[in-house]
């Protein structure tokens, strides 16, 4: 079956980005009954009929056909099939903050993983700014290929997921496509993943950043702290 689209750079709606993790129907079905359904049930296959005629959601329960077109339409908006998509195509080596994102580049498109970038740099003025970028979200909002192509380096401003201005002691945060901001009485400033829910904790002395998560900082020139924190939201098959 083959799905056209004709404006395929239209954003699909929030609610159905999370499509991209169900690899087919059943698997969208099954994460929408609970253990106590498959208690009382004891069959999986009644277990997703209930869930696909609406009886375990809030709202419309897609169909097999809207979920093959609805998955194929937000992958086609995330990785667009289009030759040199990628902002990183043609880059060989650089800066060690071009390369680490470059190699992150297509993992964060097509949903694998969602990078989330920390930046610590000088502005003019002797400003000290800080910040926190959602990669895969960047990557849809900004130009990247200055950044590869022209040694450009990119800035997190007062849009992204956090920015910090010193100087001002002026802070801002914001949620993005991928991530909720939350503060944790505990923990501080804290991202979950609008996917599967979890938590991303980017404090560095933080002993864990979270489930399926991990934290590198990368030496490089072009900043004075530049820190990775990769989450995987699905494998390769």
């Known amino acids: 079956m083959q799905f056209t689209f004709d404006r395929p750079e239209e954003k699909p709606p929030l609610t159905e980005f999370d499509l991209i993790n169900y690899e087919t129907y059943e698997d969208y079905l099954d994460s929408l009954y609970n253990d106590l359904d498959r208690c009382y049930l004891q069959d999986t296959n009644m277990c997703r009929k209930i869930a696909e005629f609406g009886y375990r959601r809030d709202g419309n329960t897609f169909s097999r056909q809207e979920f093959e077109q609805k998955r194929k339409k937000v992958q086609f908006y995330l990785s667009p099939l289009k030759p040199n998509i990628n902002a990183s195509t043609g ?43 959602d990669y895969a979200h960047s990557l849809i909002k900004k130009d990247w290929k200055k950044f590869f192509k022209e040694n450009q380096p990119m800035y997190p401003d007062r849009y992204d997921l956090g920015f910090y201005n010193w100087k001002k002691d002026a802070t801002v945060i914001n949620d993005s496509l991928y991530y909720k901001t ?38 490089t020139k072009m900043y004075n702290n530049f820190v990775l924190i990769d989450h995987i939201l699905r494998s390769r098959k």
């Open 91 to 133: 880059f060989r080596f650089g800066d060690a903050a071009q390369n680490a994102l470059a190699l992150r580049e297509r993992a964060n498109r097509t949903g694998i993983m969602t990078t989330i970038i920390f930046i610590n740099y000088t502005a003019s003025n002797d400003r000290e700014i800080s910040g926190y970028i």
């Open 182 to 219: 939350l503060m944790s009485p505990t923990k501080g400033l804290v991202f979950q993943n609008k996917f599967d829910r979890m938590l991303i904790v980017p404090d560095p002395f933080a002993i864990i950043p979270g489930q399926k998560t991990t934290r590198v900082r990368v030496r």
